[in-house]
């Protein structure tokens, strides 16, 4: 189950937003246990990509199998 705080992996892209599938954001939110996930998305620097809201099949929890990975924004 996701809990507020937690880190998740975004599974398609949302191009609006400049983010990508694989992106990871922490969730700052739950809407009505577990419909809708309010997600920030960051720089390793801190500054604010995206807030946006996010359904289950959006989603997945971050693996023991999961590594990090860096990719440059086209724009902040």
């Known amino acids: 189950m996701i809990e507020e705080h937690d880190c998740i992996v975004l599974l398609q892209d949302r191009p609006d937003e400049g983010l990508k599938a694989g992106d990871v954001g922490t969730v700052v939110h739950i809407h009505k246990d577990g419909a809708a996930y309010e997600v920030e998305f960051m720089t390793f620097t801190g500054e604010t990509v995206a807030v946006i809201t996010l359904l289950p099949d959006d989603v997945r929890s971050i ?9 440059r924004l086209s724009a902040v």
């Open 63 to 71: 693996s023991s199998e999961d590594i990090a990975q860096a990719r």
